[in-house]
């Protein structure tokens, strides 16, 4: 017709796969570390909440989340405080009085490290901020494959969680509970990790200590043998040398 047509603009694929903001819950461990390396890939821009409940390990657990933050480069932090769950106890990791159990990978049931419903409680505090940031989604490192056995782990559990957040959210509020690592081996998530240069190295994940790694704890045993299936070094440091842990 004589006249000049406006060029379309190509949107890529990739492009179209990714959402707005996400938050992000970081601990500081190398669950959260990957999860929040694949957030990355998946969202245009990320939020890092990092959650205190009185864990003996919470100061080192908080210089591993900024650490985690500033390498993503993320802006939007917040830091909240669950005390009530030191002062309710029932668990190792809370309670100075009950001893953090030597590592024992075919040990049945669940160990005293578990925080009871602990994850219901990161959630909420992470969904109410999603909800007021406007966030499309909410990422959570929960392993339930080689893994504590925490029941609040299970994605049954987070199938249930969605279902709360659906129905106890505005009716305009979409939030998607996203657990991206829960069906993986631990050894696996290293891999991962590697795969998407994750800073592995910045995190930490000992429930005793805070300057060398235990190697003897649960979350240590765990750690050590996934760096070892996966045939990487583990980068943190541990009490003796982490090659001679044989789990």
Same mark, same amino acid.
């Given at each position: 017709?004589g006249?000049?047509?406006?060029?379309?603009?190509?949107?890529?694929?990739?492009?179209l796969?990714?959402?707005?903001?996400?938050?992000c819950?970081?601990?500081?461990?190398?669950?959260?570390?990957?999860?929040?390396?694949?957030?990355?890939?998946?969202?245009?821009?990320?939020?890092?909440?990092?959650v205190?409940?009185?864990?003996?390990?919470?100061?080192?657990?908080?210089?591993?989340?900024?650490?985690?933050?500033?390498?993503?480069?993320?802006k939007?932090?917040?830091?909240?405080s669950?005390?009530?769950?030191?002062r309710?106890?029932?668990?190792?990791?809370?309670?100075?009085?009950?001893?953090?159990?030597?590592?024992?990978?075919?040990?049945?049931?669940?160990?005293?490290?578990y925080?009871?419903?602990?994850?219901a409680?990161?959630?909420?505090?992470?969904?109410?901020?999603a909800?007021?940031?406007?966030?499309? +989604?909410?990422y959570i490192?929960a392993? /339930?494959e080689?893994?504590? @056995?925490?029941? %609040?782990?299970? &994605?049954?559990?987070? *199938?249930a969680f969605q279902?709360?957040?659906?129905?106890?959210?505005?009716?305009e509020?979409?939030i998607?509970?996203?657990?991206p690592?829960?069906?993986?081996?631990?050894s696996?998530?290293?891999?991962?990790?590697?795969?998407l240069?994750?800073p592995?190295?910045l995190?930490?994940?000992c429930?005793?200590?805070?300057k060398?790694?235990?190697?003897?704890?649960d +979350?240590?045993?765990l750690?050590?043998? /996934?760096?070892r299936?996966? @045939?990487?070094? %583990?980068p943190? &440091?541990?009490?003796? *040398?982490?090659?001679?842990?044989?789990?």
């Amino acid at each position: 017709m004589g006249g000049s047509e406006e060029p379309t603009e190509v949107v890529k694929d990739d492009e179209l796969d990714r959402n707005g903001l996400a938050i992000c819950l970081v601990s500081g461990g190398m669950d959260s570390c990957v999860t929040a390396a694949i957030a990355n890939e998946e969202n245009d821009e990320l939020a890092f909440l990092h959650v205190s409940y009185g864990q003996r390990t919470e100061t080192r657990e908080r210089e591993s989340f900024e650490k985690l933050a500033d390498h993503y480069g993320v802006k939007s932090r917040l830091v909240v405080s669950l005390e009530q769950l030191a002062r309710i106890g029932g668990s190792s990791l809370t309670d100075t009085r009950i001893p953090v159990s030597q590592a024992d990978l075919s040990a049945q049931g669940i160990p005293s490290s578990y925080v009871p419903f602990r994850n219901a409680h990161l959630l909420a505090a992470a969904v109410s901020w999603a909800e007021v940031q406007q966030a499309s +989604s909410v990422y959570i490192g929960a392993v /339930a494959e080689d893994s504590s @056995g925490y029941p %609040d782990c299970r &994605p049954e559990f987070y *199938d249930a969680f969605q279902q709360v957040v659906n129905v106890g959210t505005k009716p305009e509020t979409r939030i998607e509970i996203r657990t991206p690592v829960i069906q993986m081996k631990k050894s696996e998530i290293v891999a991962k990790g590697v795969e998407l240069s994750a800073p592995l190295h910045l995190t930490w994940s000992c429930y005793r200590e805070s300057k060398l790694a235990c190697g003897t704890c649960d +979350s240590c045993a765990l750690r050590l043998r /996934a760096f070892r299936m996966a @045939g990487i070094n %583990d980068p943190i &440091p541990y009490v003796l *040398d982490s090659n001679r842990f044989a789990y």
